[in-house]
């Protein structure tokens, strides 16, 4: 089994920046890509950013809302992922879920929460 575990979630003020990390443990084959989805409350979850994990020049994906003002990065010797927030505003506010795309499954961490404030 694989077990994700995020960190660096906290309150953090427009304009801010904050570094998640999410460390991945565990028996993990078929691996593609790792990242983050955010779900706030009421809404779908949605695409933060992946990086491929597959190859050593890891493509990324990042999605639209946070393009440009986000930067996903890969410690392939402690299997983890690092997501770099800058410029946050409330619209950011979400529980952030760490994310493992296998070819046999998809894994998710317990989620961190991430709380803009004005």
């Known amino acids: 089994q694989v077990q994700l575990v995020e960190s660096g979630g906290g309150l953090v003020q427009a304009g801010g920046s904050l570094r998640l990390s999410c460390a991945a443990s565990g028996s993990i084959g078929g691996v593609n890509a790792m990242g983050w989805y955010r779900q706030a409350p009421g809404k779908e979850r949605e695409l933060v950013a992946l990086?491929?994990?597959?190859?050593?020049?890891?493509?990324?994906t990042y999605g639209d809302s946070v393009k440009g003002r986000v930067t996903i990065s890969r410690d392939n010797a402690e299997n983890t992922v690092n997501l770099q927030m800058n410029g946050l505003t409330f619209e950011d506010t979400a529980v952030y879920y760490c994310?493992?795309?296998?070819?046999?499954?998809?894994?998710w961490g317990h989620g961190t929460q991430v709380t803009v404030s004005s």
């Open positions: 994310f493992l795309n296998t070819l046999f499954s998809n894994d």
């Open positions: 990086i491929a994990l597959y190859t050593s020049n890891g493509a990324t």
